[in-house]
Every structure is written in C-alpha cells, then in structure tokens.
C-alpha cells in the first residue's frame, strides 16, 4: 500500500519570503499523480497543485512550485513571495495511475500547518 | 458551475442515532468519494461510487456504515448507531473520470458531532 510523509507537522514564514515544504511517499508503482492541497481554517479542501509522475519537468503555478525527485520518492511544494493568505494546512497527496480494480483515492500525508507571520 | 454541495454543513447527533450526510457533485461528473478526516489528521479515503454502483469500499469501517449513489440525486453516506468516535469531518469529492489524472474537487465537508 502506499503511504505518504509529511515530516514538518508546523512550519512558519515571513511575509514575502519563500518556504519549502516536504513530502516523501511510498510506492511500488511506477505511474502515479501527486498532489498538494490547501484547508484553510474554512477547511475547504483547494488543489495547489499537482505532478504527473512521467513527467520530469517540474509543475509551477505562480508563486507555488514543486520539487519532484521521483528516484527519491520526494515531491516538495515551495511558496515564494508569501502572503498572509497562504496560512493554512498543507497536505500532499497521492494517487496511482494504473486502474486496479477501481482504486482511484487519494492517500494523504497528515499535513503541515503554515504560519505566515507578518 | 456550482461546486461540490454538501449537506448539513454541521450534524449534532446523540450516540445510538442515524447520520445522514449529502453529496451533490459538480455538474457533469460521475465519480464521488467519501473522505474522513479525524482532529489533527488528514483525509482518510472511505468509499468510492459511480452511478448506482459502489466500485472500492476499502476504507469503509465493516459495520454501521454504507453509501450509495443512486441514478437519481444525491449521494448519500449513512453511519447507523453513531458513537464518539465518529465525530469528524466528513468530504465528498467528485470527478469527471478516472482516466487522465483527473483532479477530485472537493466540498466543504460535513462536521459531524456526536454527544
């Protein structure tokens, strides 16, 4: 089965600077999807971002980017520029690519609270 | 295009009664899954359905808890004979299709509180 890590439970950052969060995980597969979503305190679940696993370029979306190193099962999220409202739970995620028997979920890491400090 | 709705936002129940949580996906989508996220915890994958099928029950707890999807309406995830350890927040999210890598969206959860 596969697992995913979050080893950070709190991390904080000032206002306009960059933090890098981290996410190892635990697969045999070969194909797979990982994600980072956002809860803020309304704990509405937001995709940040995600990565496909085939691919070796790195997925940006404005201020957010991940470090993907597939040998090493690490998949970190890194917010430049931070703004106040970026404080909230981060949690990456994981979900295979090959359709077994209908296995679509998503295994979550426990998360990481950030707390951007002004 | 509205989002994912779920309904009760909030859900107080005494220990021994019947929870009922609703989940209406976006437009357009088939998929639902069924999250719990327990205090300090991430999401723990549940159940997934399709259309009047139930195609991975895995994360399911074995007794008092069932979902379905039926042709018609929403999705409805049932725990029977609450207890305190059920209190926790419960996400639906849906998507268009598994192939692809689709993203499940999800919605803004049900808070279920047992007394």
């Known amino acids: 089965a596969q697992t995913v890590t979050q080893s950070q439970p709190e991390m904080s950052v000032q206002e306009a600077e960059t933090v890098t969060l981290s996410c190892t995980y635990d697969?045999?597969?070969?194909?797979?999807?990982l994600f980072w979503y956002k809860q803020p305190p309304s704990r509405q679940m937001i995709l940040v971002i995600r990565?496909?696993?085939?691919?070796?370029q790195n997925a940006t979306e404005n201020r957010f980017s991940v470090n993907f190193q597939k040998a090493a099962k690490s998949f970190s999220l890194k917010i430049s520029d931070s703004q106040l409202g970026d404080a909230a739970m981060y949690f990456c995620?994981?979900?295979?690519?090959?359709?077994?028997?209908?296995?679509?979920?998503?295994?979550f890491g426990k998360g990481t609270k950030l707390t951007v400090n002004p | 295009n509205a989002g994912v709705m779920q309904n009760p936002r909030h859900l107080v129940r005494r220990r021994g009664q019947e929870a009922r949580l609703r989940c209406s996906p976006m437009?357009?989508?088939?998929?639902v899954y069924w999250y719990r996220q327990l205090p300090e915890e991430g999401l723990k994958f549940m159940v997934y359905?399709?259309?009047?099928?139930?195609?991975?029950e895995s994360g399911m707890p074995k007794e008092r808890f069932s979902a379905e999807f039926p042709k018609e309406g929403p999705s409805i995830l049932r725990i029977q004979q609450v207890v305190r350890g059920d209190s926790a927040a419960y996400f639906c999210?849906?998507?268009?299709?598994?192939?692809?890598?689709?993203?499940?969206?999800f919605g803004p959860g049900t808070r279920l509180t047992v007394t």
């Open positions: 999210a849906s998507s268009p299709r598994t192939s692809g890598g689709y993203e499940q969206y």
């Open positions: 697969t045999s597969e070969n194909n797979y999807y």
């Open positions: 990565q496909e696993a085939y691919k070796q």
């Open positions: 995620a994981y979900r295979s690519a090959v359709l077994q028997g209908g296995s679509e979920k998503l295994v």
């Open positions: 437009k357009g989508h088939s998929h």
């Open positions: 359905l399709q259309k009047e099928n139930i195609i991975d």
